[in-house]
């Protein structure tokens, strides 16, 4: 049976962040993800995941400065020193919370920019964050991003992020496999999971084309969660999705998957 972790980026935003975990434990999740720690001293984060007996499957590089259009560093010529400086920020949350795995953000690439020198960059310094990750065990993730939300991004297509894992060459090194992203670019998302199964060590949810709770749209995802028994994934599944009202209004979608205690 799937597990699912719900994402306090996009769930319960209702609420303070800080009082997100204690939703999310209440609604019957027993893990949670969300985009960036950074704002937080990671023993306060520490204690309210073990507050709530929570555990943290999920985080992300810092994004770089959003304002100015940035989404990631690792893949920006010339931002080296940056990116490393995230890539060692981000092991140490990772270390303090027990998480198993960090999703390294690459970049958005400007028009009219040499896209091979940013994957060049981005290949170098995914070497040297997999090499500071393994000895702990962690896990890198990379996401494939579609070009409505996130324009530009290096990455578009499952089967750039599959080929970019390849030319990286690290054993701790996976995809990201966001199933709202890849119905919107890739489609077939049964082959994506049943050929690809091992490549992928995260997987995301959300309804296509609205980003929405699971239960509407193209996406059937009782049939897709069976698939993923079928295949043997036994990794967490992100709910990163924008609910339609209160989250606790919309989660009867959730209610068969719960993990009874």
Same mark, same amino acid.
């Given at each position: 049976?799937?597990?699912?972790?719900?994402? /306090?980026?996009?769930?319960?935003?209702?609420?303070?962040?800080?009082?997100?975990?204690?939703?999310?434990?209440?609604?019957?999740?027993?893990?949670?993800?969300? @985009?960036?720690?950074?704002?937080?001293?990671? !023993?306060?984060?520490?204690?309210? #995941?073990?507050?709530?007996?929570?555990? /943290?499957?999920?985080?992300?590089?810092?994004?770089?400065?959003?304002?100015?259009?940035?989404?990631?560093?690792?893949?920006?010529?010339?931002?080296?020193?940056?990116?490393?400086?995230?890539?060692?920020?981000? #092991?140490?949350? =990772?270390?303090? #919370?027990?998480? *198993?795995?960090?999703?390294? @953000?690459?970049?958005?690439?400007?028009?009219?920019?040499? $896209?091979?020198?940013?994957?060049?960059?981005?290949?170098?310094? @995914?070497?040297?964050?997999?090499?500071?990750? =393994?000895?702990?065990?962690?896990?890198?993730?990379?996401?494939?991003?579609? *070009?409505?939300?996130?324009?530009?991004?290096?990455?578009?297509?499952?089967?750039?992020?599959?080929? @970019? =894992?390849?030319?990286?060459?690290?054993?701790?090194?996976?995809?990201?496999?966001? /199933?709202?992203?890849?119905?919107?670019?890739?489609?077939?998302?049964?082959?994506? %999971?049943?050929?690809?199964?091992?490549?992928?060590?995260?997987?995301?949810?959300?309804? =296509? !084309?609205? $980003?929405?709770?699971?239960?509407?749209?193209?996406?059937?995802?009782?049939?897709?969660?069976?698939? #993923?028994?079928?295949?043997?994934? !036994?990794?967490?599944?992100?709910?990163?999705? %924008?609910? $339609?009202? $209160?989250?606790?209004?919309?989660?009867?979608?959730?209610?068969?998957?719960?993990?009874?205690?």
């Amino acid at each position: 049976m799937p597990k699912f972790a719900a994402n /306090l980026t996009t769930l319960f935003t209702e609420l303070p962040f800080a009082e997100r975990f204690a939703a999310a434990a209440d609604a019957g999740f027993r893990a949670v993800e969300f @985009m960036f720690p950074y704002d937080y001293p990671a !023993s306060q984060i520490k204690t309210w #995941l073990d507050e709530h007996q929570l555990q /943290l499957v999920l985080f992300n590089t810092a994004p770089g400065n959003v304002a100015a259009g940035e989404w990631g560093v690792t893949a920006i010529p010339g931002r080296e020193a940056d990116a490393r400086a995230d890539i060692d920020r981000a #092991l140490s949350y =990772a270390l303090a #919370l027990n998480c *198993p795995q960090v999703h390294v @953000m690459a970049a958005t690439v400007p028009p009219g920019a040499d $896209r091979q020198r940013y994957a060049d960059t981005f290949i170098h310094n @995914m070497r040297y964050a997999a090499e500071r990750f =393994a000895p702990h065990g962690i896990n890198l993730l990379i996401e494939a991003l579609n *070009p409505t939300t996130k324009p530009g991004y290096l990455y578009a297509s499952q089967y750039q992020t599959l080929e @970019m =894992a390849e030319q990286i060459d690290r054993p701790n090194v996976f995809t990201q496999l966001d /199933l709202f992203h890849a119905q919107r670019v890739d489609g077939n998302l049964t082959h994506l %999971i049943r050929h690809y199964a091992g490549r992928y060590a995260h997987v995301q949810i959300a309804s =296509a !084309s609205d $980003r929405h709770e699971p239960d509407e749209g193209e996406i059937y995802y009782p049939y897709l969660f069976s698939l #993923l028994d079928e295949v043997g994934y !036994s990794g967490w599944v992100g709910c990163e999705y %924008i609910p $339609r009202g $209160r989250t606790n209004e919309g989660l009867g979608w959730f209610a068969p998957w719960k993990i009874k205690a």
